[in-house]
């Protein structure tokens, strides 16, 4: 059964106390958030989460999205929900003010944002892609076109879609063909085709803006030649509504492994009109800056998923009646054990548990460096967290959706035969999670731009932003005491994770091919550090939390037991991808093509 | 962070029992913990509480009828501000009830 | 020997040479006219002045500044008659040089020696009229701009010049004022002129003729043929666009009317538009490329077919191949190859074809051009480079001539190596060794002859004969790291076994940048400060074996000798320095303190000189100014007046004897040596450190230093004066390099330092944070 309770203690742990240390200024950025406004925010979008979006989850994906004649049905009570979820101002919840949304940090938007990927994906994306899309638009529209399109997206009445991948070029954009030609009043007429383009139709608003990618008559070629337009599906009146159709539409929509009540349609351009958004041939800029927004954001969906699939297991380990425990029966009077009893339940369970707190903790961080590279007011400070949220995001985004495919696949098989069963909702979650892997560039592409970006950039500022922290915790809480073990551990994967780095500078510097042999196992290594880091924290505060009395001993004690379960079972880990690292590309690369 | 715990001992007898109590009190510091202090005149007194590796610096000045101070904790400790100085008032008042 | 000179024409050119004479420590008497009845020195005076200002320096130091009188040509000509050697410098005008040589030959004593800087007129119509006596001492001397720092020197001797006093001049231009001296005939242009003006107009005319744009021309005519980033165009405006139709002038008028050069030597409209309308280049008020100011300082670049100037564009871009590959430069598909070849098919061939007419010998000409025009290449070596077969049958597809030595050469190269030794062609077809002058010691040729005894990533080391080895530092930049300092602490033992001495030296750019500071901030980067501190501690230990090793270490800087560059000489038993060496200790502007022992030796050095006042403090406050202010010598006779270099350390003027010079130095030091004993210091503590602080606040107020600044003086005061310590006796030369360790790691966890070191590696330029 798919259950879910929003993790609200261990968010607003994630959001208030674990990360006060780290300099970028968190909520107090935003005087005007305090945390009993913030923690009211994260309880009401627990509730329309659970109550709204979760029971549409498991029957929207049996029926699907329909495509008929151009138009795209959603599931049943996706367009109430959506309604609802519009009304209540959550499309807008961390857009800017000035064209009416609440402007509330990420650091909040990001949890909110995990509670709606835990409940329904599919439901997601629908107000996710309008929120890149206004994201892009701000960053690079000029006035006119802001206010013409931005304060109905944000409210929620028109909705948003990224069209960036033809049949022929999904992750080298540099071959795409939809021509764009101007028609002389500042508009211009777009042709071409456009596939995976999610909620490219649906009928959930009275309009969807289309932004584009595309070239112009004199453009360069390759991906310098590239340039962003704004198409909508209606051109707006001169009171601002939809008005006449214009010459896009869906031309059919794909039959997935999951996210199926997510419309992901193929799209045709006839002539369609359509303004430039930002400098003729920087499309691909005004689109990356927006990615990097969005790759953080899938990562989320991973963790979301993670977490649902997490509570769900444990639901049905508690439930489920099998065989005894191994130290003796422990329901005597019941017919059997719950399963949970057995260590190797507990074992997937905690691993959801840990992999879920850990990237969460790990993502809240990475939250506060989106809200600080925008609202510090010391420059330094936003430039940190600048370097920080580069180097990361390609972290958050491999990660989370490794590890929340890894808690999905775990929660099938603790529920053994029934998982593989459509109805039991867990088999749901392992098919959903599968393409955040994939799409926003695939975690191998995500590996790539660490090892060979971020790495090198500014020669390795980058780095500074994670490896400074990391190591004045270490040097500040080595020695005696209770945290001892727990500090050389970390302290011993720190070292690996240092060795992998000069290892990959030095070897990568001379040979391409040594950096992208290490890349995924190096992304693995330094995400594994950064969560290895936040349970360390979190069990220092818990230790203090405890140490100075505390109403809510449980929650702590239980922080420090899922904690030590991380650095016991799953820190380790660590040793084998510097090993990895450490063997070089040889391996890989003795095999001649034929020989595969 | 300020502290206050209100007393009627009198300045000196305050002083006489937080000078007995100290020594108890950082024998009973759980787990983890430490406590040294200093008297820095007559009736203030300067401790730091070491608990899992984090230092909070506690002042206090001991008046006729209250103890007053402030403590400082980390940043990471931010968010449990309020409970450290419960704490300390908690114990310093141990310590003023102790004859 | 040549114990004073004389200098006729305090013009530029004039003025540089009794700049660089005095350089070499002999005095020089510089005349010109009379123009102020009242101040009648007041021409040559005024030409010292300017000297003394000129940027880039013409004088090493204050010493040699003073070692120039002025005088005038009336009343100070009969002073000729105390000169070993008189140069002409005046104005190229025939007329007046006759007059002046006549007023000349009746004063001078006979066996002066007579020479003219002239590069356009020939000798033979120079010495016109003049006796025998006076042609047997007369010659041409042609030194380049500036002439304290272009190496060239073209010696034209006529067929009455008596040998030996063209010896003596040469062999004074060589060892005292530094030059490479290139025999030529007394042909127009000489040797490096003339090719260097065939070759500007070729790819003038090839820019216009194929609608090059002169950023594309400079990019492809710059880097990738070794030619300075200057190009074609850049070059131009640097030495002013009007000499060219002067220089074109003098050729025509004076080449046969059949020379290659008289076929391409036009006049461009354009140009001449430009220089009537006063843009003759960067002393001017732009030229080819310019500034507009008005538009924010935007670099513009003209426009050959339209005569507009418009914001410099990015330069074509050059396949990766043809950066490094000429063959695959002159053939890259477009512009690139198209103009390369343009350029350098007609250039190459007109060198060529100097063979056996304006000289008889290939290696003056790659010599005079490698010398005279900065180029990395001489003409045959390019040659070599592209292939002399392809190169001559590319000339014949294109039904061009080729030259004698080509079809010599016949497909051989122009250069080999012949069982280690360096050969090249000569003009009657055979391979002959390439010899060096005596007391010159290349480490090239020794690279070419033999295997190195040890060799490491960053470093290795060479026989160089007579039981003298020496370090050579290979990495980039030649900088300094952990596999340096681990190839040094292996050669200690190798030499005081094998050995009698070691040389520090190399033939790079420059001596050593310092630190690699590179390896330093990715160690920062990533938190390794363990490997940090190893770099420091590292450098530290490697540094004292070579100080207290049982043989003599002679270290031989030219160039750049900073920081970790600086400190290998600090720590040497003595220097032989090239008069250009920019040695300094500027660790202070990245944020940093010296860390491998130069506090200790600078305080060393300034202790020990003899103008220092007594007692503890004034050796501290000297070092303390010295490095705070990331001070760097503007020559090596600059750093003996900072402290740098002691006064008997040595300097040697031409860059090719400085490894001679600095293997006979440590040879001189073999017998008897000892190791020096370790200092120990009398540091005044916290009162020193005070009076230190009160002088950082002075320059704060004065806006001289910012607030990190400040930090970091105060870290360098910490180590100068000796410590936390209230009263500190006396400290050891191993308690102050631990706190030199100390101190160098608390500021490389400051995020100020680290900004400024990324700064410097991105940029090249100090953060003034």
């Known amino acids: 059964m798919q259950v879910y309770t929003a993790p609200l203690r261990d968010m607003r742990f994630v959001l208030n106390e674990l990360h006060q240390d780290d300099g970028f200024g968190g909520l107090s950025v935003h005087e005007e958030f305090t945390t009993d406004l913030t923690d009211a925010v994260l309880e009401e979008a627990a509730k329309l989460c659970q109550d709204v979006l979760l029971p549409i989850n498991l029957s929207g994906d049996a029926e699907g999205c329909r495509y008929e004649n151009g138009v795209v049905r959603t599931p049943k009570g996706f367009k109430e929900a959506y309604d609802q979820f519009v009304q209540s101002g959550w499309g807008g919840l961390v857009m800017p003010v000035e064209y009416g949304g609440q402007g509330l940090p990420e650091a909040v938007g990001k949890l909110v944002e995990e509670m709606i990927c835990a409940t329904n994906v599919s439901f997601s994306l629908y107000p996710g892609l309008t929120a890149g899309a206004v994201t892009a ?21 028109w909705s948003g879609t990224m069209n960036l991948t033809e049949p022929h070029c999904g992750t080298d954009l540099g071959l795409l063909r939809t021509k764009a030609e101007p028609v002389g009043d500042g508009s211009y007429k777009l042709t071409g085709s456009k596939i995976f383009i999610s909620a490219g139709e649906q009928d959930l608003t009275s309009n969807i803006i289309h932004l584009v990618l595309a070239r112009l008559p004199d453009a360069p070629k390759g991906v310098k030649g590239i340039s962003l337009f704004l198409v909508p599906k209606f051109l707006p009146d001169e009171a601002g509504n939809p008005g006449a159709r214009n010459g896009v539409r869906a031309s059919g929509i794909e039959h997935k492994m999951g996210i199926k009540a997510s419309a992901t349609c193929q799209m045709q351009f006839d002539e369609a009109i359509g303004w430039l958004v930002g400098e003729p041939h920087r499309g691909l800029e005004a689109m990356f800056t927006m990615m990097n927004a969005e790759r953080v954001g899938v990562g989320i969906q991973g963790l979301g ?92 985004k491999a990660l989370f959706t490794d590890l929340g495919h890894d808690s999905a696949s775990l929660a099938v098989q603790v529920y053994g035969g ?150 016991e079972k799953i820190l380790p880990q660590a040793t084998t991808h510097f090993l990895a690292i450490k063997a070089g590309k040889g391996a890989l690369m003795a095999f001649a093509e034929d020989e595969f | 962070m300020d502290i206050s715990i209100p007393h009627s001992l009198g300045r000196v007898e305050a002083r006489r029992r937080i000078e007995v109590g100290l020594p108890k009190l950082a024998a009973h510091i759980p787990g983890g913990g430490a406590l040294t202090s200093e008297w820095a005149g007559d009736y203030v007194l300067n401790m730091t509480i070491t608990a899992l590796g984090s230092r909070i610096p506690v002042s206090l000045t001991i008046e006729e009828d209250r103890l007053s101070g402030s403590l400082e904790v980390p940043a990471l400790m931010r968010m449990m501000q309020g409970q450290v100085a419960e704490f300390v008032e908690l114990s310093a008042g141990k310590m003023l009830d102790k004859a | 020997m040549v114990k004073e000179l004389c200098v006729i024409g305090a013009g530029t050119m004039g003025a540089g040479i009794a700049a660089q004479a005095a350089n070499a420590g002999v005095p020089v008497l510089l005349l010109d006219i009379v123009r102020d009845a009242a101040d009648r020195n007041s021409v040559a005076a005024g030409a010292i002045e300017r000297l003394k200002k000129a940027e880039p320096a013409a004088f090493m130091s204050k010493a040699a500044a003073r070692l120039v009188e002025a ?18 410098a005046i104005v190229e005008k025939i007329e007046l040089k006759h007059a002046l040589y006549e007023k000349l030959e009746a004063v001078r004593t006979p066996g002066t020696a007579i020479s003219s800087n002239t590069s356009t007129i020939p000798l033979d119509r120079l010495i016109e009229g003049r006796s025998e006596a006076f042609a047997r001492d007369f010659l041409i001397t042609h030194f380049f701009n500036p002439p304290r720092y272009m190496r060239l020197l073209e010696i034209v001797a006529g067929p009455k010049s008596d040998p030996a006093l063209v010896a003596k001049v040469s062999d004074f231009a060589d060892r005292a004022m530094g030059k490479t001296v290139v025999r030529a005939k007394d042909t127009p242009g000489f040797l490096a002129n003339r090719v260097g003006t065939y070759w500007l107009q070729a790819a003038i005319n090839a820019a216009f003729e194929q609608g090059v744009s002169i950023e594309d021309a400079d990019a492809i005519g710059g880097k990738p043929m070794g030619v300075p980033k200057t190009g074609i165009f850049g070059l131009v405006d ?350 202070c502007g990245v944020g940093l303190i010296p860390g491998w022992g130069g506090c200790g030796e600078l305080m060393v050095r300034a202790a020990q000189s003899p103008k220092a006042p007594k007692g503890p403090m004034p050796p501290v406050a000297k070092a303390f100014e010295t490095i705070s202010t990331a001070t760097v010598a503007k020559s090596a006779a600059n750093a003996k007046e900072i402290g740098y270099l002691r006064p008997s350390d040595g300097i040697t003027m031409n860059r090719d004897r400085l490894l001679a010079d600095a293997k006979a130095r440590a040879l001189a030091m073999v017998e008897g040596y000892t190791p020096p004993a370790p200092p120990t210091f009398r540091l005044p503590g916290a009162s020193g ?55 160098f790691m608390t500021l490389v966890r400051d995020s100020r330092t680290q900004a400024r070191v990324e700064h410097m590696l991105t940029t090249g330029k100090p953060l003034r944070n």
């Not at chain 1, 638009?137 to 009445?157: D, F, H, Q, T, V």
């Not at chain 1, 560039?441 to 020669?459: C, E, F, P, S, Y």
């Not at chain 3, 079809?407 to 190269?413: F, I, M, N, S, V």
């Not at chain 3, 190195?452 to 060479?462: C, E």
């Open chain 3, 689 to 743: 450190k005070t009076a230190l602080e009160l002088a950082v606040k002075g320059f704060r107020a004065r806006g001289l230093a910012t607030p990190y600044d400040e930090v970091v003086a105060d870290k360098l005061a910490t180590v100068l004066t000796g410590g936390d310590a209230d009263v500190v006796d006396t400290v050891t030369e191993e308690q102050l390099l631990a706190l030199e360790l100390r101190e």
């Open chain 3, 71 to 88: 005088g005038n040509i009336e009343d100070d000509l009969g002073r000729v008659a105390e000169c070993d050697w008189v140069i002409e």
């Open chain 3, 238 to 587: 640097l030495v002013g666009i009007d000499l060219m139709p002067y220089l074109k002038a003098s050729l025509t008028g004076t080449l046969p009317a059949n020379d290659p050069y008289q076929s391409i030597a036009h006049d461009h409209p354009l140009i001449l538009k430009m220089i009537a309308e006063g843009y003759t280049g960067r002393k001017g008020k732009g030229g080819f490329y310019r500034i507009n100011k008005e538009a924010g300082k935007v670099k513009e670049a003209i426009n050959l077919s339209t005569g507009d100037y418009a914001k410099a564009a990015k330069p074509v871009s050059i396949p990766s191949a043809a950066q490094k590959d000429l063959k695959a430069l002159i053939s890259a598909p477009g512009v690139v190859g198209a103009y390369a070849w343009a350029v350098l098919g007609p250039t190459l061939a007109y060198a060529a074809g100097l063979i056996g007419e304006a000289s008889d010998d290939i290696l003056a000409i790659d010599v005079a051009m490698k010398l005279g025009y900065n180029w990395k290449y001489g003409p045959f070596e390019l040659i070599d480079r592209i292939g002399g077969a392809d190169f001559v049958a590319r000339l014949q597809a294109e039904g061009r001539e080729i030259p004698a030595i080509l079809t010599l050469a016949a497909g051989r190269p122009f250069y080999r190596v012949e069982e280690g030794v360096r050969q090249y062609l000569g003009a009657d077809g055979e391979y002959h060794a390439i010899a060096r002058p005596d007391g010159v010691l290349l480490l090239e040729d020794i690279k070419a002859a033999s295997k190195p005894v040890l060799k490491s990533a960053s470093a290795a080391l060479w026989d160089i004969g007579d039981g003298v080895v020496a370090l050579e530092f290979t990495g980039k930049m030649n900088a300094l790291d952990g596999e340096v300092m681990k190839l040094i602490e292996k050669t200690i033992p190798l030499v005081a076994e094998q050995y009698k001495a070691l040389v520090v030296y190399n033939e790079g750019s420059n001596f050593s940048a310092g630190a690699n500071l590179g390896l330093a901030i990715f160690a920062i980067n990533i938190a390794a400060w363990g490997e940090v501190e190893k770099l420091v501690a590292g450098g530290q230990k490697a540094y004292k074996a070579l100080k207290y090793a049982p043989f003599p270490v002679v270290a031989a800087p030219f160039g750049m000798a900073l920081g970790g560059g600086c400190e290998i000489c600090l720590n040497a038993d003595a220097v032989q320095a090239h008069a250009e060496t920019y040695i300094g200790l500027v660790e």
């Open chain 1, 137 to 157: 638009l701000n960053a690079y529209a000029s006035e006119e076109l802001k206010a013409a399109y931005l304060p109905k997206m944000i409210s929620g009445e």
């Open chain 1, 305 to 396: 998923i993670g977490e649902a699939a997490y509570q769900s297991a444990v639901w049905y380990a508690k439930d489920r009646l099998q065989g005894r425990s191994l130290s003796g029966a422990k329901y005597p009077d019941k017919a059997a054990d719950p399963i949970i009893v057995h260590p190797d339940v507990r074992k997937n369970l905690l691993t959801m548990r840990a992999y879920n707190e850990g990237c969460r903790a790990l993502g809240a961080w990475v939250a506060r460096g989106l809200d600080a590279e925008k609202h510090a007011t010391d420059p330094e400070v936003r430039q940190r967290a600048e370097d920080f949220v580069a180097l990361m995001t390609p972290v958050v």
């Open chain 1, 418 to 567: 029934h998982g593989y069963i459509h109805e039991s909702g867990v088999e749901q979650y392992q098919r959903d999670a599968r393409i955040a892997m994939i799409y926003e560039g695939t975690n191998g592409i995500q590996a790539l731009d660490l090892v060979g970006r971020k790495l090198g950039a500014h020669m390795g500022r980058y780095l500074r932003s994670f490896f400074h922290p990391v190591s004045a915790f270490i040097e500040e809480n080595k020695g005696e005491g209770p945290m001892q073990k727990m500090i050389e551990g970390l302290e011993k994967a720190f070292g690996a994770l240092q060795l992998s780095t000069a290892t990959i500078a030095e070897k990568g510097m001379k040979d391409a091919e040594e950096a992208g042999a290490a890349a995924s196992d190096y992304l693995r290594l330094l995400g594994l550090v950064g969560m290895a880091y936040c349970f360390a924290k979190s069990t220092k505060i818990a230790g203090l939390q405890l140490f100075f009395g505390t109403e809510d001993k449980a929650f702590y004690e239980t922080k420090i037991k899922t904690a030590t379960f991380f650095f």
